[in-house]
């Protein structure tokens, strides 16, 4: 319970306390804020007065320095703002510290220094392997051995609310995508860095990631498939990838924490996470475009965890750097998290509510993802939300 009388079933309850930078019309500084009901908390202006001890980690216009503070702070922190939102005394302490979250302007979180963007949904890759290869195994040989990924491009990484641009490329005569599709992913924010030359194992997971945001990595379909083979997406991927503002800790998420699939193939020990703590998510995101609800896929059955992800990511011994963006792919499971799935590659185009139909965007269409997590006692953890209108 709160003094600020949030909602119980408010996503941006106690329970979930997510991160982001925001400023305003009075004062257009970028500064980091904390989420809860309706309200943001300027937290350099609280921290300044309540705890000026933590006040290098959020006193920057960016997440950049409490992602590199570590496990200790990040945990002293979520402590401290639990009492503030929770015991009466804070009432008058806090109040004067608290923004109304529909005068915030929201900004990218914090500075993405690589990204890479995972294939890890067993349900995505069956799908596409299905459409792409017919009358093959849908599944490459290696696909549950490892989980496959490709390095992205950290400067196209976009907050959400940002206009997406039609690409342009070969596909194989050189014009605009017809074929602009979404993906539906989760990402995992990387705070602590490691040695090069030093890989990061399953269990140090959260020691290095300090939380979760929703992903749009926007795909051109036409122009990656014309250019993919050998060396896998380039244009086709590099144009925007959208996240949602708010970073939600991996502490809110305790009680979503779940067993992954079973694995139906032997993993190398550094992938075995049988005898580990389970970071499988019980995450359940919905898709809207235009409004009209079309998918409801469930991170739950995702085959590969974020942290065999980062287990993977580091074992040839590459660093993590703070900042790192690592998504894990489309979201199948329950509901395809893409267009290409949706319409079966066109095939089938979707008919929404309004009567009109959909095999992949067309200018001025908005796509909006959302999702939720269980949390302690029925509580509800909210991610927020990610959005992005297609211009020509």
């Known amino acids: 319970m709160s003094w600020l009388d949030v909602p119980v079933d408010h996503p941006f309850g106690v329970a979930t306390l997510p991160y982001g930078v925001f400023s305003t019309a009075a004062d257009p500084h970028p500064r980091v804020g904390v ?66 979250a529909g005068d915030a302007v929201l900004h990218l979180p914090f500075t993405v220094a690589d990204y890479v963007d995972f294939y890890a949904s067993e349900q995505h890759a069956t799908n596409l392997g299905r459409i792409l290869r017919p009358g093959q195994e849908p599944l490459t040989a290696n696909w549950k051995h490892l989980p496959i990924g490709y390095h992205g491009r950290a400067g196209t990484v976009v907050v959400s609310g940002t206009d997406i641009v039609r690409p342009s490329g070969q596909r194989p005569v050189f014009g605009l995508s017809q074929r602009l599709d979404i993906e539906a992913e989760l990402g995992f924010v990387v705070g602590v860095p490691s040695v090069l030359g030093q890989p990061v194992p399953l269990t140090s997971f959260d020691q290095h990631v300090f939380g979760v945001c929703l992903v749009n990595d926007w795909s051109a379909r036409d122009i990656q498939a014309f250019e993919y083979v050998p060396l896998g997406p380039f244009l086709g991927k590099s144009f925007a990838t959208s996240i949602s503002p708010w970073i939600v800790p991996l502490a809110a998420l305790d009680h979503a924490r779940v067993a992954p699939p079973e694995r139906t193939v032997p993993l ?51 660093s993590l750097r703070t900042g790192d963006l690592y998504a894990s792919g489309t979201i199948s499971g329950g509901s395809p998290g893409s ?49 992005g209108r297609v211009v020509g």
């Not at 989420?35 to 006040?55: E, F, K, N, T």
């Not at 499988?280 to 809207?288: A, K, N, Q, S, T």
């Not at 185009?349 to 009109?356: N, Y």
Request: net charge negative.
């Open 339 to 387: 267009l290409i799935e949706l319409s079966w590659n066109g095939q089938e185009p979707l008919v929404l509510p309004d009567g009109s139909t959909r095999a992949f965007l067309e200018d001025g269409d908005e796509v909006v993802i959302r999702a939720t997590a269980p949390g302690e006692g029925g509580t509800t953890i909210g991610l927020g939300e990610v959005r």
């Open 35 to 100: 989420a809860i009901g309706h309200s943001i908390i300027d937290l350099p202006a609280a921290v300044r007065r309540l705890a000026p001890g933590l006040m290098s980690a959020v006193a920057g216009p960016s997440l950049d320095a409490l992602l590199a503070a570590g496990p200790s702070i990040w945990a002293e922190l979520r402590a401290q703002l639990t009492m503030w939102v929770t015991e009466e005394v804070y009432r008058d302490l806090l109040g004067g510290h608290l923004v109304a």
């Open 268 to 318: 190398q020990p550094y992938l075995d996470d049988e005898k580990t703590p389970s970071w499988g998510l019980d995450v359940h995101l919905e898709v809207r475009l235009n409004g009209h609800l079309i998918s409801t896929p469930s991170f739950d059955t995702m085959y590969w965890t974020g942290a065999q992800m980062m287990a993977h990511l580091t074992v040839n011994g590459a």
